[in-house]
């Protein structure tokens, strides 16, 4: 015997009757309370996870749906970024939007977003929308002694969280040539490598003046896109003497 509820009914009483064809009027009959399980509706996201550089927008649909096909009300109860409470029978979904924002910097690499589903039974699902935001590299330039004629190697620090390799584009002046000859990463307390330590070697023409020269660079990580957001300039000084 399948026993089929109507959706929102929690419970209600069935009755069984029994009898033999011989003598239908003899029945046997049975009263049961029945408690009907209530499921919690469950979210799903569309994409899973977000990526969003600092200053883009970025969209997921949210969707709850109900095993019972009861009555669901979808609402976001925590993180940052909008989205408008729906209800609806069985299955509802909505558009989550956020734009992050343009100076990001120590907000963390991510951010979670809590979404909650309630049936009219009080059953409720909990689900999380992870958002990776993209960290723009910074650099720091320092200082290095060249002999004419000669080189030397120094340090550029980049910090950058989420990303373990660099591109450099050096701008020095004539007669002085900069290359990329090694690099370090340095675990922070948690093991994470935030801090780059790149060497480079700066060479110098035994023709160049003597004098300081600033040595103009950039970085960029490989979520670089055409807006150059995640490019950064400095640059180092170095001091060539005869
Ligand atoms: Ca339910
Ligand atoms: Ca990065």
């Known amino acids: 015997m399948l026993f089929c509820p109507e959706p929102g009914v929690e419970k209600g009483h069935v009755t069984l009757e029994a009898w033999f064809d011989k003598y239908p009027e003899v029945k046997t009959r ?51 970024g909008s989205f408008r409470t729906v209800t609806g029978q069985g299955s ?92 370090d990463d340095i675990p922070d307390y948690y093991g994470e490598y935030y801090a780059h330590l790149y060497r480079v070697e700066v060479s110098v023409d035994p023709c160049l003046c003597d004098g300081t020269y600033p040595v103009p660079f950039t970085v960029t990580d490989p979520d670089r896109d055409p807006r150059g957001v995640h490019a950064d300039r400095a640059a180092f000084m170095f001091l060539s003497l005869g």
Do not use: C
């Open 92 to 183: 509802v979904s909505g558009t989550y939007t956020w734009t992050a924002p343009k100076r990001y910097s120590y907000w963390g690499s991510w951010q979670l977003v809590g979404f909650r589903a309630e049936d009219e039974g009080g059953g409720s699902g909990l689900a999380y929308l992870l958002i990776h935001v993209l960290q723009p590299p910074r650099a720091y330039g320092g200082s290095a002694w060249v002999p004419r004629g000669g080189s030397t190697t120094t340090t550029l620090y980049v910090d950058d969280p989420d990303s373990s390799s660099h591109t450099f584009a050096f701008s020095p002046s004539k007669g002085i040539t900069v290359r990329v000859v090694g690099k």
């Open 30 to 80: 049975w009263e049961q309370e029945v408690l009907i399980p209530n499921e919690a509706p469950s979210i799903t996201f569309v994409p899973s996870e977000l990526r969003a550089k600092p200053g883009e927008s970025v969209r997921a649909t949210v969707t709850a749906v109900d095993p019972d096909g009861h009555k669901v009300t979808l609402s976001k109860i925590s993180g940052p």
